[in-house]
């Protein structure tokens, strides 16, 4: 990791997000009027022989995680603007993965937390912390004053995923829905049909139902060449699509949720429904090879049928020799819905130059830039332009239908914003493995035991006590 400047961290006190149609309509008249009472810039002062003083040059830096490839889009980006931008200096900060950034920022294991970059990217999962922090600066004026019309280039959800108290916190970047990739030797849509199987009515990859995701589960299952159908992660993330699609919950409010909420009626319901196949241990792999492997890597040895991912994994398939793939919007059980992984860019308040800050974020998230680093396959852009665009979707290359990123955006449900995701996941973990795996799981009292064990990440305060030894669960 390359080390920005040291500087003290700003904390202050998140106040109350506003309802999500009020938040819209905000943004809306936000641009409008941003600015509006600004005084007008003034020269600067003539020097002692009466000429202007030549600007100062200011050094940014610009944080960024990924794959090589992608950071060397990014450094491409960078070299263009320095070669361009008079009177400043941008300096690129990388990390391997979020997790590797998110680390550093926030400090783990005693290692003091590194500054926050001038500009950098983030997952929509640390707006929370950030805004605690006082790290990052509201974009709305800054946007309007530069002509930034974004209204008709992004969708409503990705600016709302990054809007807190009445702004734009930070400025929409990728956003890859959840979606199931299949290999496409093991299961065979055509083939499928010519057998009365229920398969997808057309070729457009636009959405299909549970029972055709069960039927295509069961096609690419092949004992005797060891091939199982399906597998999905036993996490909250890889179970949501599911528990929204037939109806249920996964919070038990969508602004300030105190806890889980798969105990409810509806959501006991849908997960009932998705674990008859989850749970059949004839489609799905055995615990035994989930020790030796992951989902993914079954997946590239061309032993499962299908498993859930998101845009970045598409670069990783691709360089695996013989492997033929396409992409599946999540199966419907009632609606269309999914979960997704939104990025942003944000400003820090602590920038040398706000202004110039905010010029380089315009400069990223030009249609231009965005293609850039959409080319290399990792990013599903948020810029609706690109994203129907060549750049990204690549006809020539797998996944032939990559349009379904695109069209899953609309069947999204963006969870609350919480301070800690990866402490909920850890919180349930054991219980949902059990829903997945234990031979005769009452669902019921797993349910209740998983939302109560929310609690103690969500509303720790209102938590309950663990019991004594001795005592029971």
Request: hydrophobic share 40%; with cysteine; proline share 7%.
């Amino acid at each position: 990791m390359t080390q920005g400047r040291t500087g003290d961290r700003r904390r202050g006190i998140r106040r109350p997000r506003v309802a999500a149609g009020a938040l819209a309509t905000f943004l809306v008249l936000g641009l409008a009027t941003a600015g509006c009472d600004e005084a007008a810039p003034q020269p600067a002062p003539p020097g002692p022989s009466g000429s202007t003083k030549p600007p100062t040059p200011t050094t940014l830096t610009f944080g960024v995680w990924g794959a090589k490839e992608e950071v060397a889009a990014y450094e491409d980006l960078v070299e263009t603007y320095n070669a361009e931008a008079d009177g400043t200096e941008v300096e690129l900060v990388t990390w391997p993965s979020h997790e590797a950034f998110s680390a550093a920022i926030r400090g783990v294991d005693g290692i003091e937390a590194s500054e926050v970059p001038d500009l950098y990217l983030v997952s929509r999962g640390d707006l929370a912390g950030l805004q605690e922090a006082g790290a990052n600066q509201p974009l709305l004026e800054l946007l309007d004053e530069r002509g930034v019309d974004f209204s008709d280039d992004y969708a409503r959800g990705a600016l709302l995923a990054f809007s807190a108290d009445s702004e734009l916190q930070c400025m929409p970047y990728g956003i890859s829905p959840m979606v199931i990739y299949y290999n496409t030797d093991l299961i065979d849509f055509e083939r499928m049909a010519q057998q009365g199987l229920p398969v997808p009515e057309d070729d457009l990859h636009e959405e299909w139902t549970f029972e055709q995701f069960t039927a295509a589960a069961q096609f690419a299952t092949r004992p005797r060449r060891g091939t199982r159908g399906v597998h999905i992660d036993a996490t909250l993330a890889g179970l949501s699509p599911f528990v929204y699609s037939g109806g249920g919950k996964i919070f038990d409010d969508d602004e300030n949720p105190t806890s889980l909420a798969l105990s409810e009626d509806d959501s006991r319901e849908a997960l009932t429904r998705t674990l008859d196949l989850l749970r059949d241990a004839s489609l799905t792999l055995t615990d035994d090879q989930m020790v030796h492997a992951t989902g993914v890597e079954w997946f590239k040895r061309g032993k499962l049928g299908m498993v859930a991912g998101f845009r970045e994994l598409t670069p990783e398939l691709r360089r695996v020799e013989g492997l033929e793939f396409d992409v599946m919007p999540m199966p419907t059980l009632d609606d269309d819905a999914t979960v997704g992984d939104i990025t942003g860019l944000c400003v820090s308040p602590d920038a040398p130059s706000i202004a110039k800050a905010a010029d380089f974020l315009v400069y990223v998230v030009s249609q231009e830039s965005v293609a850039r680093v959409a080319a290399e396959g990792y990013l599903a852009p948020a810029s609706l332009p690109v994203a129907v665009s060549e750049d990204f979707l690549q006809p020539t290359q797998q996944p032939a239908h990559a349009g379904v990123f695109t069209y899953s955006i609309r069947s999204m449900v963006v969870p609350p914003l919480l301070d800690d995701w990866p402490a909920l996941e850890r919180a349930v973990a054991e219980s949902l493995s059990d829903l997945l795996t234990v031979t005769v799981p009452d669902i019921e009292a797993l349910t209740t035991q998983i939302d109560e064990e929310s609690r103690a990440v969500l509303d720790p305060e209102l938590a309950s006590p663990s019991p004594t030894d001795g005592e029971s669960g």
